[in-house]
């Protein structure tokens, strides 16, 4: 239940925002989504985002610009509409429903990171940053953000940038056993050639311990090397996931599962018929 003086605020300004956000029990509102289902009687007050004019997708110096206030709906729409940001567009489609999908804000899913978040794995495979305000601005990327503690400080998430790279080839897995359910893990793999040499590669997934794991030390395994099943077992060595029971699957289910569906997608990629 939300406390029955519950008062909302609707800030035409960033400043204006995160100076209210500021005051105990003031939080931000985007999609509400997270918000709707606490209900926590600690929250005083809500700060919608709605007047900031953060809704915009742009592109700018080789640079997507995705506001805070952007839908999961609106960026599906947008990556189809305009064939670019596929990793991250298909990855959205994925999530939730579509009537959720068109609540759902990024702003609101970054600072949230629900342990079945279909947003955070892509986002950190492709290097993405993000802008937040707590007073003045400061971009870094969404890998620190979460690693360094930033994610439980207040501020208002502005937006996020993603490199534009048409020239990726990526898989995704969001792992549940029945469609509808919140996905147990994410998994996103990034490779970028350099003719037919590997020059880039990520390997990321969420839904384990510690929130999110990145794998430097397989991805390591491929650089200036061509693809080969080879090197993939090589790498499988050190994609080690690491999960915490729940009452419905072990730890040791999951990094199963995990493990297998990592080792699939890459010889997917590689090419070998499985
Ligand atoms: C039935 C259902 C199924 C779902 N399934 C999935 C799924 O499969 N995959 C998935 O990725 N997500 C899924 N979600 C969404 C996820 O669980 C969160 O509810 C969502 O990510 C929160 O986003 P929001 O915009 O609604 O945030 P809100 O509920 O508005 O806010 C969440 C938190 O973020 C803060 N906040 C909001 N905006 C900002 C901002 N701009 N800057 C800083 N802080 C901000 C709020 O103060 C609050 O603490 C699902 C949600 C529902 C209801």
Not at 53 to 82: C, M, P, R
Request: net charge positive; aromatic share 10%; with cysteine.
């Amino acid at each position: 239940m939300f406390n029955e003086n519950l008062k909302w605020y609707f800030p035409a300004s960033i400043p204006k925002a995160v100076q209210l956000i500021e005051q105990p029990g003031i939080i931000l509102h985007g999609g509400g989504t997270r918000i709707l289902k606490t209900q926590s009687r600690s929250i005083i007050g809500l700060v919608d985002i709605c007047n900031l004019k953060l809704d915009y997708i742009k592109q700018k110096n080789n640079l997507y610009h995705v506001g805070a206030a952007v839908t999961f709906g609106k960026v599906v729409k947008f990556s189809k509409e305009n064939n670019c940001l596929s990793m991250l567009g298909t990855a959205l489609s994925e999530a939730a429903s579509t009537p959720v999908r068109n609540r759902i804000t990024i702003g609101g899913s970054i600072k949230d990171f629900p342990l079945w978040s279909n947003l955070i794995a892509p986002l950190i495979a492709l290097d993405a940053k993000v802008e937040i305000n707590n007073g003045s601005s400061k971009i870094i990327p969404i890998e620190e953000y979460i690693t360094s503690g930033m994610i439980k400080t207040k501020h208002l998430v502005k937006e996020i940038i993603i490199p534009e790279d048409e020239k990726i080839i990526w898989r995704i897995k969001r792992f549940t056993l029945l469609k509808f359910e919140y996905p147990i893990f994410n998994i996103a793999i990034k490779f970028k050639f350099n003719g037919s040499l590997v020059h880039d590669a990520a390997f990321v997934i969420t839904g384990v311990k510690n929130r999110f794991k990145r794998f430097n030390k397989a991805e390591n395994i491929f650089m200036e090397k061509n693809l080969s099943e080879k090197l993939i077992k090589q790498a499988m060595k050190f994609i080690e996931p690491k999960f915490v029971s729940d009452y419905k699957y072990s730890s040791a289910y999951k990094e199963k599962v995990a493990k297998i569906i990592f080792e699939d997608l890459l010889l997917d990629i590689a090419g070998v018929k499985q």
